[in-house]
């Protein structure tokens, strides 16, 4: 079971664009949400990560969308650059000390 | 920031011999300790989670007898793969919670570690 659904699977940008990752999830446990970018042959890094209590979260170009009705969130990059180009995975945890769960990811490629 | 690191960063071996990974928490201890397996263009699948001192805990489906995970410190946990076999070629990474973190959710990871069975 998928407990979390990441789409779309790939993605490319324009230059200067707006890039939308979609994820939905099933555990209403969840309750942190965190979007991780990934280089080709590197560990995940940690962009944004939010809670529920919470619809909105924006950090530099990255924003995060949080919809708790319809168990969704996204991922928003204003102004896509090149150095963007990477895979972006979403995630989930209901509890602190438990581990994330992925979704399947999404590669990205901006355009210039 | 809270650094992982893990070595080594790529590793070839033959079949049928064990393999050690080594994930260390640089600059903070780490209460839980997870490891992940990636296939290629795949995403990061849970194999176990370790907390310092005790026995890991496998996710369903993963051996434990083949898959150890030793968790002997707050700063070091390690993952042997043993009798390895070509399947087991993957990229295999660590992550840590941080012991008394201002946000007790996040997870650090480690760089990864490629290993290649021939």
């Known amino acids: 079971q998928q407990q979390v659904k990441q789409s779309p699977q790939s993605l490319i940008v324009q230059k200067g664009g707006i890039s939308i990752i979609n994820c939905a999830y099933e555990n209403t446990a969840f309750d942190y949400f965190p979007w991780y970018q990934q280089f080709p042959g590197k560990g995940p890094a940690l962009l944004i990560a939010?809670?529920?209590?919470?619809s909105e979260k924006k950090e530099g170009r990255f924003t995060i969308s949080f919809n708790k009705s319809a168990k969704q969130f996204s991922l928003h990059i204003m102004d896509s650059q090149p150095g963007d180009s990477a895979t972006y995975f979403c995630?989930?945890?209901?509890?602190?000390?438990?581990?994330?769960?992925f979704g399947k990811g999404t590669t990205l490629s901006v355009s210039s | 920031g809270a650094v992982v690191s893990q070595h080594p960063s790529r590793v070839i071996c033959k079949s049928g011999t064990s393999v050690k990974i080594e994930c260390r928490s640089l600059d903070f201890q780490a209460t839980t300790m997870f490891w992940y397996r990636q296939f290629p263009k795949q995403s990061l699948m849970l194999m176990a989670t370790?907390?310092?001192?005790?026995?890991?805990?496998?996710e369903q489906g993963v051996e434990k007898d083949k898959f150890l995970i030793n968790h002997a410190s707050l700063t070091l946990s390690t993952l042997t793969v043993t009798s390895a076999h070509p399947e087991d070629s993957s990229f295999y990474i660590c992550?840590?919670?941080?012991?008394?973190?201002?946000?007790?959710?996040?997870?650090?990871f480690g760089p990864g570690t490629r290993l290649t069975v021939t």
């Open positions: 995630a989930a945890k209901r509890q602190a000390g438990t581990a994330l769960i």
């Open positions: 939010i809670r529920p209590d919470v």
């Open positions: 370790s907390n310092e001192g005790s026995k890991a805990t496998y």
């Open positions: 992550s840590a919670r941080i012991l008394r973190a201002l946000d007790p959710y996040e997870q650090y």
